[in-house]
Every structure is written in C-alpha cells, then in structure tokens.
C-alpha cells in the first residue's frame, strides 16, 4: 500500500508560481510511474503530467505544456509539480498518483494509488 500525501498549494495571483510535492511512504517508489491530476469544481479529474519511474518519459497535457515541470526525486520519494504562469483556469484540486504501470499514464484508472488532493486558487 503505497500513501501519498501532497502539499504546496495555497493562493496565488495570475502570472505567479507554486511547486507542488507528493511525498510517497513506500520504499518502491522507484518503480512506481507517477502523476498528476486536477479536478475544477464542476468538473471531472483530468490529466496534468506524468513521469515515468526511469524519468525516460515525460508527459504533459497541452493546457499546461511550457508552463509546468514535472521531476522527481527517488532517493526522498518526491514528485514535484512545478507550476509558472498561473492561470484562472489552473484553479482546480490536484492529486498525485502511483501507477505500477505506464500504458496509459494520460488515463486514471491506470494509477494504483491516490493522494488526497492539495488545492491550488489562482485569482484573476
């Protein structure tokens, strides 16, 4: 049972910054495949990136592509979320999750595991 617990988000003006992290408890973390979701009010959970456990892959999607980074450090169990240029519309809840596989990393009923979400607010 791999937990997840993220911080980082808060209130933030347009055209500001936030770094997300996930901290994992698991050991394996390595060989997890791990990604980021967001859900607005309203409106269902959608896919922001993803990195694969070998950092060999990288995915983003195109409404974040150029403005956020995804990274993720082995050694401390960490993903992070780098997020620049913040836009209204990035106002959503975010969650990290663990995936033992990275077939469809874009998709959330691939991820195994599900932190409890960190809210980000950005005013316009």
């Known amino acids: 049972q791999v937990q997840l617990v993220e911080s980082g988000g808060g209130l933030v003006q347009a055209g500001g910054s936030l770094r997300l992290s996930c901290a994992a408890s698991?050991?394996?973390?390595?060989?997890?495949?791990m990604g980021w979701f967001r859900q607005a009010p309203g409106k269902n959970r959608e896919f922001v990136s993803a990195i694969s456990a070998s950092r060999l892959t990288i995915l983003y999607d195109d409404s974040v592509k150029g403005r956020f980074t995804i990274s993720r450090d082995n050694a401390r169990k960490t993903v992070s979320l780098q997020m620049n240029n913040l836009k209204p519309e990035d106002t959503a809840v975010y969650y990290c999750?663990?995936?033992?596989?990275?077939?469809?990393?874009?998709?959330?009923?691939?991820?195994?595991?599900w932190g409890q979400g960190t809210q980000v607010t950005v005013s316009s």
């Open positions: 999750a663990a995936s033992s596989r990275f077939l469809s990393p874009r998709v959330e009923n691939q991820y195994n595991y």
């Open positions: 698991d050991r394996t973390f390595s060989n997890y495949h």
